[in-house]
């Protein structure tokens, strides 16, 4: 059974910083591919992040030198690091694998 957990939300005021983790079960974690997406209120989920399973990254441009995603497969867990929080980044963020396989989402809101 795959399970993917998301944790490390929170509220942040601009310019602030999070990180999120994704710890996987069920899955060869260190021949996958991990990806993170968002939802914004009233939005569609959009793709954020991705990572290969030999540590390539790609990223939305609208987050381009803010977030970096990053992977330690000793311990199934990726990470999406989050710089200089705008408002326009409030969402809920989800970790994918692939097989469409979604974590729970966790809440990141920038405000002050």
């Known amino acids: 059974q795959v399970q993917l957990v998301e944790s490390g939300g929170g509220l942040v005021q601009p310019g602030g910083s999070l990180r999120l983790s994704c710890a996987a079960s069920?899955?060869?974690?260190?021949?996958?591919?991990m990806g993170w997406y968002r939802q914004a209120p009233g939005k569609q989920r959009e793709w954020v992040a991705l990572?290969?399973?030999?540590?390539?990254?790609n990223y939305l441009n609208s987050v381009k030198g803010r977030f970096t995603s990053s992977r330690d497969n000793a311990k199934s867990t990726t990470y999406l690091q989050m710089n200089s929080l705008k408002p326009e980044d409030t969402a809920v963020y989800y970790c994918?694998?692939?097989?469409?396989?979604w974590g729970q989402g966790t809440q990141v809101t920038v405000s002050s």
């Open positions: 069920g899955i060869s974690f260190s021949r996958a591919s």
């Open positions: 990572i290969t399973s030999v540590g390539s990254t």
């Open positions: 994918w694998s692939p097989g469409e396989y």
